[in-house]
C-alpha cells in the first residue's frame, strides 16, 4: 500500500502502546481510524489525540476474545466509515508460567486474546478488505514467534500460531490476486505496558522470590529495547513496501539471525540466560 492518505484502518488493542502510536502515526498521515481496546479510558484518549491531526475516528469497546463482537465491531467501521483499507490486529497479553503448571484458565485466556482475536480480526474484515479493492492485514505476532524461552510456553504457542495462520494467509492472498495482502510483525522488546498487565504464574513468582512485582520488573526490563513510537514507524514502513515478514527492533533482527544460524542450537542460550536471571532472583 504506497499512500496511506485517506484510507481507514482498524486498530484493535489502541488503548495504549503500539495500537496508539500506530493509530497517531496513521492519524499524522492522513489515514481515518476505527479504534477499540478492552480499555474504554485509555481509547477514549488514544482517539482524542488522533483527531488533533483532523482525521475521523470512531472508538468501540472491544473483547477480541469474542468472534461476535469482532464480527460485529468490522460490519459497524464500514457503516461508520463507508469502507476499510486497514486491519492491525494488534491486541495481545502474556503471561509467565511453566507448562507444567499454567492453569487451563490462564492458557485459554491468552489463545483467545492473542491467537483467536487475530483470527477473528482477519475473518471480519477480509471480505470488507476486499470490496475496498485495496487493503492489508496486519497481524501482530513477536521474536517469541520465532523462538522460545523457558517459562514462556503459552506465549510462544500464541505467537507462533499467529506466525503460521499470517503466513498461510499470505500465500492465499497472493493466489487470489484480489488486492489485499498480509504482513506478520515480529517485535522484540518493546516499551509498552504488557508487562503490567501480564499474568505471572505461581511457578514464576517463586523462582522469583515470592515477588510478583520483581517478576514484572525483570520482564519490563528484558522489553526495554525499542519504543512504542519507533516500532510503529518501522511496522508502518513494512505496510508500505508490502513486506511479509517485519522484524521490529534491532533485538529481533539479531534473534532471528541466531535461530537462523543455529537452528535448536540457539535453546541452551535461553537456558543459559533463565539460569542466570533466576540466580539473581
Known amino acids: 500500500m504506497k499512500?496511506?492518505?485517506?484510507?481507514?484502518?482498524?486498530?484493535?488493542?489502541?488503548?495504549?502502546?503500539m495500537g496508539r502510536t500506530l493509530a497517531l502515526e496513521l492519524a499524522r498521515r492522513g489515514c481515518h481510524l476505527a479504534l477499540s481496546d478492552i480499555n474504554e479510558a485509555g481509547l477514549l484518549e488514544t482517539a482524542n489525540l488522533a483527531r488533533h491531526f483532523g482525521v475521523k475516528v470512531t472508538t468501540t469497546r472491544l473483547d477480541v476474545s469474542s468472534r461476535e463482537a469482532v464480527f460485529g465491531w468490522a460490519d459497524q467501521v464500514v457503516a461508520d466509515h463507508g469502507q476499510v483499507n486497514l486491519i492491525f490486529n494488534n491486541a495481545g497479553v502474556a503471561i509467565g508460567a511453566f507448562v507444567e503448571t499454567v492453569s487451563e484458565k490462564d492458557f485459554r485466556w491468552i489463545m483467545d486474546i492473542n491467537f483467536w482475536g487475530v483470527v477473528w480480526g482477519t475473518q471480519a474484515f477480509l471480505p470488507h478488505l476486499k470490496r475496498a479493492g485495496e487493503g492489508h492485514v496486519i497481524n501482530v505476532s513477536s521474536l517469541a514467534g520465532l523462538m522460545a524461552a523457558p517459562s514462556q510456553a503459552p506465549y510462544n504457542a500464541s505467537k507462533f500460531a499467529v506466525r503460521g495462520f499470517t503466513e498461510s494467509l499470505r500465500q492465499e492472498l497472493d493466489l487470489e490476486a484480489c488486492g489485499v495482502s498480509a504482513t506478520c510483525?515480529?517485535?522484540?522488546?518493546?516499551?509498552?505496558?504488557?508487562?503490567?498487565?501480564?499474568?505471572?504464574?505461581?511457578?514464576?513468582?517463586?523462582?522469583?522470590?515470592?515477588?510478583?512485582?520483581?517478576?514484572?520488573?525483570?520482564?519490563?526490563?528484558?522489553?526495554?529495547?525499542?519504543?512504542?513510537?519507533?516500532?510503529?514507524?518501522?511496522?508502518?514502513?513494512?505496510?508500505?513496501?508490502?513486506?511479509?515478514?517485519?522484524?521490529?527492533?534491532?533485538?529481533?533482527?539479531?534473534?532471528?539471525?541466531l535461530v537462523r544460524i543455529a537452528g535448536s542450537w540457539y535453546q541452551p542460550v535461553t537456558v543459559f540466560l533463565a539460569r542466570r536471571m533466576l540466580a539473581k532472583a
Open 3 to 17: 499512500s496511506l492518505k485517506n484510507k481507514v484502518a482498524a486498530i484493535t488493542g489502541a488503548a495504549s502502546g
Open 185 to 257: 510483525i515480529h517485535p522484540g522488546g518493546i516499551r509498552t505496558n504488557i508487562a503490567h498487565t501480564a499474568h505471572i504464574d505461581e511457578s514464576v513468582t517463586s523462582r522469583c522470590g515470592g515477588d510478583v512485582a520483581q517478576a514484572r520488573a525483570r520482564f519490563n526490563k528484558a522489553l526495554g529495547g525499542t519504543s512504542a513510537e519507533s516500532a510503529a514507524l518501522q511496522i508502518l514502513r513494512a505496510v508500505e513496501r508490502d513486506e511479509r515478514r517485519a522484524l521490529i527492533g534491532a533485538d529481533a533482527k539479531f534473534m532471528d539471525l
